[in-house]
């Protein structure tokens, strides 16, 4: 990595293409996270990797990179999502006070895990994973899938290592309840 790292820092393209390539996948998976719409997932993921290109000078070598792009991941997300503005559906209403915008509304998030099941030969596993808090997911999503460590996680998410393995042991103990309920 070190080398790809150092080949994009001296403007080599096909390099950054590679990264892209190599990356595309888990950044897409885990902005996906925090908006939970595909377009809307394709687009900020389209951002972080621009914000990467852009700040890869910045970039220390002494450091993990998938965290250092992670942490780009999760706060383009997280700013995206603040800069939206959501209509109230009280514009919607008619004179009569009726919706018909909202009564004919369909929830459109579809979890992540659920889109892994295409994936993934434990796909049991994973229905049950999606059962879990928001929270618990990530931390599922980044430990299991992505192979980060406690520390790794706490850094991207800038919450302490006894929070993740809180939330690693809460989710654990609900996926034992959840598989053998007695």
């Not at 390539?21 to 902005?31: A, E, I, Y």
């Not at 959501?86 to 992540?112: C, K, L, M």
């Not at 049991?124 to 999503?141: D, M, R």
Request: glycine residues 2%; hydrophobic residues 40%.
């Amino acid at each position: 990595m070190d080398d790809l790292i150092s080949k994009i820092k001296q403007g080599d393209n096909e390099a950054f293409n590679n990264l892209v390539k190599d990356n595309l996948t888990m950044v897409l998976n885990f902005v996906y996270r925090f908006c939970y719409d595909i377009e809307l997932a394709e687009d900020i993921t389209q951002e972080v990797f621009i914000k990467i290109w852009r700040n890869i000078n910045k970039y220390d070598e002494g450091k993990n990179f998938k965290t250092w792009m992670l942490i780009i991941a999760k706060n383009t997300a997280i700013d995206f999502l603040r800069k939206r503005r959501a209509i109230p559906f009280s514009s919607f209403e008619a004179v009569d006070g009726s919706n018909d915008f909202t009564e004919n509304i369909q929830d459109e998030r579809i979890d992540i895990l659920c889109e892994m099941i295409k994936y993934d030969n434990q796909s049991q596993l994973t229905k049950v994973i999606n059962s879990l808090n928001a929270k618990q997911q990530l931390v599922f999503y980044l430990y299991y899938y992505e192979e980060l460590n406690f520390q790794e996680i706490a850094d991207i998410l800038h919450i302490s290592v006894n929070t993740i393995k809180s939330q690693h042991l809460r989710g654990l103990s609900v996926l034992r309840q959840l598989m053998h309920p007695n």
